[in-house]
């Protein structure tokens, strides 16, 4: 399978992943060993079924960017500014995101 890399700044740090082309981008992420949930919603989260909203990511526009929002999480997070869900994404071309942090159950601030 052919991987494709992907940039993840998260908590100060950047790194860039190597992702086999089509991987959900939430359990990438989490097998890479970053937190994409608060820390309540360790425990009590959805699992990557896109209920819960707690698994948000700023995904950088341009190359790469993800298609158009289908998800209602991220219909809404185009319109207003929140981060996309991880577990809504496919990671199919290189790309950029930023797991911004969260201290309550999911805080996905606007910018």
Not at 29 to 56: H, I, K, M, Q
Request: aromatic share 6%; glycine share 10%.
């Amino acid at each position: 399978m052919e991987e494709v890399p992907v940039t993840v700044r998260a908590e100060g740090r950047e790194e860039t992943l190597s992702v086999e082309r089509g991987a959900n981008l939430r359990r990438a992420l989490l097998a890479a060993g970053f937190e994409v949930y608060a820390p309540a919603a360790r425990v009590a989260n959805c699992g990557g079924r896109g209920l819960c909203a707690t698994c948000g990511v700023r995904v950088e526009t341009g190359d790469g960017a993800p298609a158009d929002a289908d998800h209602w999480h991220d219909r809404l997070a185009a319109r207003y500014g929140y981060p996309r869900l991880s577990c809504q994404l496919t990671v199919e071309e290189p790309l950029t995101v930023e797991i911004p942090e969260k201290r309550y159950w999911g805080q996905l601030l606007p910018r």
